[in-house]
């Protein structure tokens, strides 16, 4: 699938659309969050942003396709990687172009399907070096006991992303999930890998089986619960990277079992940026 998906990417900034569009799944739901500023879902929406985008490079060359890290479980999967190229883009001088990208993917009738795809172009941080490629595998993961996301896995962090992404895999067990909340500073994204979630989206409620997804803008109440029987697997992106986020879930993991009440959810979620608004959902709460 990947090397299928090096060819289509070469294929699409020197204008060719359709070898991408053939890798993409045409079941809902399917999701785009573009390194201009798109967001986009729905395979209507995607299968005409493609052919517009498409059509905005020029003399391109030197085309890679980086894939930094590959993650697979069952009939989902996910990568991590950069996209570079010399080139114009609507008109503009050549120069060179990097995207960072991440793609979800989902087997449908025994071959890979791309179902989600977020890019953004990496800017210098404040020192003035550019984030290098990296690859975190299971093994050098950092964990942490957290609340509501389990054995949470970092993949990505702020300092090694030059500030751009936030990064990780958490679980939950049935019933499990963090009090209303909102972000300051931060879009977030979820995508569910195992199990099924029921986010909480300002006033509506979703039930989401794995391989749904939900964007959660700056600003937005929401929380989400763990509504299977089983124990719920999620893969969760910050942009920009969640510095606070990142010391949120150390300083909650360094604490003692009875200490880790809603106190100190609140008290610690305030240091981060994030704003505890309400309870967690409750069983009996209908969806929308």
Same mark, same amino acid.
């Given at each position: 699938?990947?090397?299928?998906?090096?060819?289509?990417e070469?294929?699409?900034?020197?204008?060719?659309p359709?070898?991408?569009?053939?890798?993409?799944?045409?079941?809902?739901?399917?999701?785009?969050?573009?390194?201009?500023?798109?967001?986009?879902?729905?395979?209507?929406?995607?299968?005409?942003?493609?052919?517009?985008?498409?059509?905005?490079?020029?003399?391109?060359?030197?085309?890679?396709?980086?894939?930094?890290?590959?993650?697979?479980?069952? &009939?989902? =999967?996910?990568?991590l990687?950069?996209e570079? %190229?010399? #080139? /114009?883009? @609507?008109?503009?001088?050549?120069? !060179? $172009?990097?995207?960072?990208?991440?793609?979800?993917?989902?087997?449908?009738?025994?071959?890979?399907?791309?179902?989600?795809?977020?890019?953004?172009?990496?800017?210098?941080?404040?020192?003035?070096?550019?984030?290098?490629?990296?690859?975190?595998t299971?093994?050098?993961?950092?964990?942490?006991?957290?609340?509501?996301?389990?054995?949470?896995?970092?993949?990505?962090? &702020?300092? =090694?992303?030059?500030?751009?992404l936030t990064? %990780?895999? #958490? /679980?939950? @067990?049935?019933?499990?999930?963090? !009090? $209303?909340?909102?972000?300051?500073?931060?879009?977030?994204?979820?995508?569910?890998?195992?199990?099924?979630l029921?986010?909480?989206?300002?006033?509506?409620?979703?039930?989401?089986?794995?391989?749904?997804?939900?964007?959660?803008?700056?600003?937005?109440?929401?929380?989400?619960?763990?509504?299977?029987?089983?124990?719920?697997?999620?893969?969760?992106?910050?942009t920009?990277?969640?510095?606070?986020?990142?010391?949120?879930?150390?300083?909650?993991?360094?604490?003692a079992?009875?200490?880790?009440?809603?106190?100190?959810?609140?008290?610690?979620?305030?240091?981060?940026?994030?704003?505890?608004?309400?309870?967690?959902?409750?069983q009996?709460?209908?969806?929308?």
């Open positions: 699938m990947l090397a299928r998906q090096a060819e289509a070469e294929a699409f900034v020197h204008g060719d359709r070898p991408r569009m053939e890798l993409w799944s045409r079941r809902d739901p399917v999701t785009l969050f573009g390194a201009v500023g798109m967001s986009e879902s729905g395979w209507d929406q995607l299968g005409q942003t493609f052919p517009r985008v498409a059509s905005r490079f020029s003399n391109v060359s030197n085309f890679r396709f980086d894939v930094e890290l590959v993650e697979v479980s069952g &009939d989902m =999967a996910y990568t990687g950069f570079r %190229f010399d #080139g /114009s883009i @609507a008109g503009r001088p050549v120069e !060179p $172009v990097a995207v960072r990208v991440t793609h979800v993917y989902r087997r449908e009738d025994g071959e890979w399907r791309i179902v989600h795809r977020h890019g953004d172009n990496p800017d210098v941080d404040p020192g003035g070096s550019q984030p290098r490629p990296f690859v975190t299971p093994d050098n993961a950092e964990a942490l006991d957290t609340p509501a996301a389990g054995a949470l896995s970092f993949r990505a962090r &702020d300092e =090694a992303t030059a500030g751009a990064a %990780f895999e #958490g /679980s939950a @067990a049935p019933g499990e999930g963090p !009090p $209303v909340h909102r972000h300051a500073s931060e879009d977030e994204a979820i995508y569910v890998l195992e199990g099924r029921r986010f909480r989206l300002d006033d509506t409620t979703h039930d989401a089986p794995a391989g749904s997804m939900a964007f959660i803008p700056k600003g937005v109440p929401h929380t989400w619960q763990n509504a299977g029987e089983d124990r719920a697997r999620f893969l969760v992106l910050f920009p990277a969640a510095t606070g986020m990142e010391r949120f879930f150390e300083r909650f993991a360094e604490l079992g009875e200490m880790r009440g809603a106190d100190a959810f609140t008290e610690l979620g305030a240091d981060a940026g994030m704003t505890v608004l309400g309870p967690p959902l409750a009996s709460d209908p969806l929308s």
